[in-house]
């Protein structure tokens, strides 16, 4: 069975630090690049970063850059995402998926139907 699955999300106070990670089954991560994804309440999807398949490239949005990265162990299995310097805006719910056509490398969302995504790890960011 194919699954994607996030942990490391809680409530943390802004400025903190949390680190997310994606762990992989059923299929080959290595074979694809990765991104992650957030939704706030009440808003659409937004994406997060993304990295190759070896790790040796990455992007992050223009929201997150500075403070998030993003990077990756293929021996594994598994995907992370460093959060420093959390915001109240940073509060959603994060999700890992394959991004199969590279639609991320522009800021896009990789298809649900054309890709893996997990089940979403929720953020608080709150005093």
């Known amino acids: 069975e194919v699954q994607l699955a996030e942990s490391g999300g809680g409530l943390v106070q802004p400025g903190g630090s949390l680190r997310l990670s994606c762990v992989a089954s059923g299929f080959t991560m290595s074979s694809y690049s990765m991104t992650w994804v957030r939704q706030a309440p009440g808003k659409g999807l937004e994406w997060v970063a993304t990295i190759n398949t070896v790790g040796g490239n990455l992007l992050w949005s223009d929201s997150v850059a500075g403070r998030f990265t993003v990077s990756r162990d293929n021996a594994i299995n598994t995907l992370y995402l460093h959060m420093n310097n959390l915001r109240t805006e940073d509060a959603a719910v994060y999700y890992c998926?394959?991004?199969?056509?590279?639609?991320?490398?522009?800021?896009?969302?990789?298809?649900?139907?054309?890709?893996?995504w997990g089940q979403g790890t929720q953020v608080t960011v709150s005093s």
């Open positions: 998926a394959t991004d199969r056509d590279g639609v991320s490398w522009a800021g896009g969302i990789p298809s649900r139907s054309g890709n893996f």
